[in-house]
């Protein structure tokens, strides 16, 4: 398995990381003070400056996989891994991309199950950046984790479709700019087939019936621009038309949508765990404490040295599987999904851990980037199904297969 980057792929990134040196870490601060003094769910200033310079750059929609032809930047999901890992170092540098969630798993689902009219309408300036979307499915009713359990009413009632539901932490709902949610419900409750009771529809931000409640925030962190909100559904109406691929598909559509957002996810998080390592490091070398630098005492370099293994077996693992999703698809990868989906977040939190308590009070304060970034790995690790879930599906999975063959 050759996991070399490709000339292609060796030019991005070095685009991709000196771009991140002009125009990402000198901003940092600039963004969350124009996040704090100005409309907090408005997008700040410097993030649609450096869209722009990223479009003209042509790191632009980079996430897409090749197979979708007209709407891709050309790259596989393994070309696409590393720059997505560069990605992660930075929480919002995504959006400067255009390849921020919930919006590139939206984009997903619109190129692989929207018509024509749908791409229209919200594919084309969603790849265009001119607006952003969210992906309602959790409840907190419910556990959510089994998309079986969702209550979400989606009722036909003559041309249209009638939704009624409660909704909970729906990233990317909060933001002005938020034109359209995917909203998964349940279009036949009474079907024998616990696999085919969801359907997933379209449903515009400024519907009738749609009440953005409150922003919920992850260990404090509001996250805004983009949010995580809480929303309600009250009779809401929409054309029969605004159904993806049809009734009892939204079940088939929610595995195709999750797969290569854990493997973004995972990618990102590395990103993120690699940062914290370097950060580990250069707060070694330069902090003393009892006569010498922390990078004498032995327990430091220890964790300096177990976080950089760590770092590189959950990369392995990603590359690996972003190789067998380009090779044979979701379902052929759908064992290391769930290994990465376990491995890296929790990879991540545990190195982030270790840079928080090598820079001590800093590490968990606002003028590092630490604290923040744990609070992101520790969400991650429920998004897209909870690690209690991954394993329970990989662990029955490979009962079954060893069995088999035994």
């Given at each position: 398995m050759d996991f070399e980057f490709s000339p292609k792929v060796q030019n991005l990134r070095e685009r991709l990381l000196a771009f991140m040196d002009e125009h990402i870490y000198p901003n940092e601060e600039v963004y969350q003070q124009q996040v704090n003094e100005g409309d907090r769910w408005e997008p700040p200033a410097i993030i649609e400056e450096a869209k722009e310079k990223a479009r003209q750059a042509g790191l632009w929609n980079l996430f897409l996989p090749k197979e979708y032809g007209e709407f891709s930047a050309g790259l596989t999901t393994?070309?696409?891994?590393?720059?997505?890992?560069?990605?992660?170092?930075?929480?919002?540098?995504?959006?400067?991309?255009?390849?921020?969630?919930?919006?590139?798993?939206?984009?997903?689902?619109?190129?692989?199950?929207?018509n024509k009219e749908q791409q229209q309408q919200w594919l084309v300036p969603l790849l265009n950046g001119e607006i952003r979307s969210a992906?309602?499915?959790?409840?907190?009713a419910v556990a959510s984790s089994d998309a079986t359990n969702v209550k979400t009413s989606i009722e036909r009632d003559g041309d249209d479709y009638v939704i009624n539901g409660h909704k909970w932490y729906i990233s990317g709902a909060c933001s002005k700019r938020m034109k359209i949610m995917i909203v998964m419900g349940k279009t036949d409750p009474d079907n024998d087939n616990r696999y085919a009771q969801q359907s997933m529809v379209l449903v515009p931000g400024d519907a009738d019936g749609v009440t953005i409640v409150r922003p919920m925030t992850v260990f404090g962190y509001d996250d805004a621009p983009e949010g995580h909100a809480e929303v309600i559904f009250d009779n809401v109406r929409v054309p029969v038309s605004n159904l993806l691929l049809g009734e009892g598909r939204g079940f088939e559509i929610a595995q195709g949508r999750l797969g290569p957002g854990r493997i973004h996810h995972c990618m990102r998080l590395v990103g993120m765990a690699q940062r914290a390592l370097e950060a580990m490091c250069v707060r070694a070398e330069s902090r003393v404490a009892f006569g010498r630098p922390l990078s004498k005492q032995q327990s430091v370099r220890e964790d300096i040295a177990r976080s950089a293994c760590e770092i590189e077996q959950a990369r392995?693992?990603?590359?690996?599987?972003?190789?067998?999703?380009?090779?044979?698809?979701?379902?052929?990868?759908?064992?290391?999904?769930?290994?990465?989906k376990i491995v890296a977040p929790g990879m991540a939190c545990t190195v982030i851990d270790r840079a928080i308590q090598i820079h001590g009070a800093a590490g968990v304060s606002q003028d590092f980037f630490l604290a923040y970034a744990y609070a992101a790995a520790r969400s991650i690790r429920l998004a897209d199904g909870p690690d209690q879930v991954h394993m329970m599906q990989l662990g029955r999975n490979l009962a079954a297969a060893t069995a088999k063959l035994a």
């Open positions: 393994l070309e696409y891994a590393p720059l997505a890992e560069i990605m992660g170092r930075v929480i919002w540098s995504s959006e400067a991309f255009n390849c921020s969630a919930p919006d590139t798993g939206n984009m997903e689902v619109l190129a692989r199950y929207g992906f309602a499915m959790t409840e907190p392995l693992l990603t590359l690996k599987a972003a190789s067998r999703m380009d090779e044979g698809g979701n379902k052929a990868a759908k064992d290391l999904i769930a290994m990465i």
